[in-house]
């Protein structure tokens, strides 16, 4: 009974771990001006590549330390050893920028939740001189670093609670979201493109003309550059989290704990689906040219201000 509860907790552990990049992706990584920028089908094409790449990889090397015959070191160290340094290069340097690609754009989205909700921090604003900007960016920069460290200092602690717990509100969470979207009457919601030019964003019935709108890209001269690089920038990082369990799992001189691949494939095939869910609601419910235009288009249209923060 105790070693199923232990490999449950682990299960759930990792699985949380993913859902909090889930969040990250669905609300501050631009998934819905992604959407709007390189189409669904590429999207959901670019998901599934890096769903399968993560999966393999994780499959892999839980096979390879559950032989037991290297010993730990961690994820990087056994591919590297079984499958030649060059891979394993490649293998951590594509998690590296994904990590800090995950890191920028979660920046690059606090900051714009900030200008969304809270007027004074518009550049644009005529109250505003260049040195206020920067002072109100530091102040940003500050409170990212202070969440940093408590993040940091509490991480481990939180092992203590019950992981399936702060799971299952997780997911009651995006659950609860993903419901309100669907269920929510035809309306007109204030947006702000990049520019922080203000227009009307219409959510609509579910319509497949507006889904018909969002299959291709919104505009093929950006679709190499800014679209395709933007689907990756917020996908590997979400399927790269995983990898944060395996060095704890390779590095048991009994072989591989089998809750981590289990736990891994679990995280990663329900974020998968949540992720797409998300990106199909978009499509069927807000025009493409919406899409395009407002990154925070989910935090307008799914609920309120004060939770969507929270969140």
């Given at each position: 009974m105790i070693a199923q509860h232990s490999m449950f907790e682990d299960i759930g552990w990792i699985s949380l771990t993913v859902k909090s990049s889930l969040i990250n992706v669905m609300f501050f990584e631009r998934l819905s001006i992604t959407v709007g920028h390189i189409g669904i089908?590429?999207?959901?094409?670019?998901v599934l590549s890096c769903f399968l790449a993560s999966g393999l990889s994780v499959l892999s090397v839980s096979q390879i330390a559950g032989t037991g015959e290297l010993q730990g070191r961690g994820a990087y160290y056994l591919i590297?050893?079984?499958?030649?340094?060059?891979?394993?290069?490649?293998?951590g340097f594509t998690l590296f920028f994904s990590l800090i690609s995950s890191c920028a754009m979660n920046l690059i989205g606090v900051t714009e939740l900030l200008k969304a909700f809270i007027k004074a921090f518009r550049a644009d604003s005529e109250q505003m001189t260049e040195a206020d900007v920067n002072i109100a960016l530091f102040i940003i920069h500050g409170v990212l670093l202070g969440i940093i460290a408590i993040g940091v200092a509490c991480r481990f602690?939180?092992?203590?609670?019950?992981?399936?717990?702060?799971?299952g509100v997780l997911v009651t969470i995006i659950v609860v979201i993903f419901v309100v979207f669907s269920v929510q009457k035809v309306r007109c919601v204030d947006g702000l493109d990049e520019r922080n030019n203000q227009f009307q964003i219409s959510v609509t019935k579910f319509s497949i003309d507006t889904f018909g709108s969002n299959i291709g890209p919104f505009n093929t001269h950006q679709l190499n550059s800014r679209g395709i690089q933007s689907a990756f920038s917020n996908t590997m990082p979400l399927f790269a989290s995983v990898f944060a369990g395996l060095p704890a799992a390779t590095s048991s001189r009994r072989g591989a704990n089998p809750a981590y691949p289990q736990g891994t494939l679990a995280a990663l095939i329900s974020s998968a689906s949540l992720c797409l869910i998300q990106s199909i609601l978009l499509a069927f419910r807000?025009?493409?040219?919406?899409?395009a235009a407002d990154p925070m288009i989910s935090m307008r249209t799914t609920w309120t201000e004060a939770v969507s923060i929270t969140v």
């Open positions: 089908v590429i999207y959901i094409l670019i590297s050893r079984t499958l030649g340094l060059q891979i394993g290069c490649a293998f602690r939180l092992h203590k609670f019950p992981a399936q717990l702060l799971f807000i025009p493409q040219r919406s899409l």
